[in-house]
């Protein structure tokens, strides 16, 4: 007798991920970052201004720099979201 569900492709792929999670394969969670999002006078719409780490959210906004903030944890390899707009160049 058939076991229905727990037969066919699905049921072998789950078989699969699982002995190779057991032998300590797979990808590996991406290591996550605290990202810092907010509005500055120079650039209004919503932008990626730096790493946690680097900047401090708090102090920005107590002193005006910068508006609408907050932070978002993403990987490092995600690139951040810009606002559209290209630096602009001296001559």
Do not use: C, N
Not at 25 to 41: I, K
Not at 44 to 62: T, Y
Not at 63 to 86: L, M, N, T, Y
């Amino acid at each position: 007798m058939a076991k229905g569900y727990a037969e066919g492709p699905a049921a072998e792929e789950a078989e699969r991920r699982l002995e190779e999670l057991e032998r300590g394969g797979g990808a590996p969670e991406p290591e996550l970052r605290q990202a810092v999002y907010g509005s500055t006078e120079e650039e209004p719409e919503r932008h990626f201004i730096g790493w946690r780490d680097d900047v401090d959210p708090d102090e920005l906004f107590a002193s005006g720099k910068a508006w609408g903030i907050f932070v978002r944890s993403i990987a490092p390899a995600e690139p951040a979201r810009s606002s559209g707009r290209r630096p602009k160049r001296t001559p």
